[in-house]
């Protein structure tokens, strides 16, 4: 079974704070998504199969594209990171808050539950076990 972008996008619609996250990932690997690749720049997501093969893609709004900084400040993201899990923040905010302390982005692996940020550079600088239902 193929996912579509539009089955993403109304799972996506339910999460209203990171504290809503498990149950989306849930619904994500119930449609058959194995992991994804989430760019802070330009808020383009990439969904692959379970056969690895690319098979959805949203491409972020124009006015979405951020400035991501180059240097990476760790502490700061881990703290502001532990604020949007505890659904502190919104999506749009934790995006922000990824581009100011330079996080590119993430890969969300669905198999292992494993999420890895990662750099400018694509250097992997955190990397996190995904909580469970």
């Known amino acids: 079974m193929k996912f579509t972008i539009e089955q ?4 996506h619609q339910k999460v209203k ?3 809503d996250f498990p ?4 619904a994500l690997k119930d449609l058959g998504v194995s992991y994804y690749t989430s760019y802070i720049s330009d808020n ?17 709004k ?15 993201f881990k703290s502001r990171l532990k ?6 923040t919104d999506y749009a905010t934790f995006c922000h808050d990824c581009a100011e302390n330079g996080i590119e982005g993430w890969n969300m692996d669905l198999n292992k539950m494993t999420c890895s940020y990662f750099d400018k550079t694509g250097n992997e600088v955190l ?3 995904v909580p469970t239902l």
């Open 83 to 88: 604020l949007h899990q505890q659904g502190g």
């Open 8 to 11: 993403i996008k109304t799972e």
């Open 62 to 76: 124009d006015e979405a594209v951020r400035s991501v900084s180059g240097i990476v400040n760790l502490d700061q």
């Open 44 to 60: 383009n997501i990439d969904y692959f199969d379970s056969q690895n093969q690319l098979t959805a893609t949203t491409r972020g």
């Open 23 to 26: 149950r989306y990932i849930q």
């Open 17 to 19: 704070s990171g504290a």
């Open 127 to 129: 990397i996190e076990q």
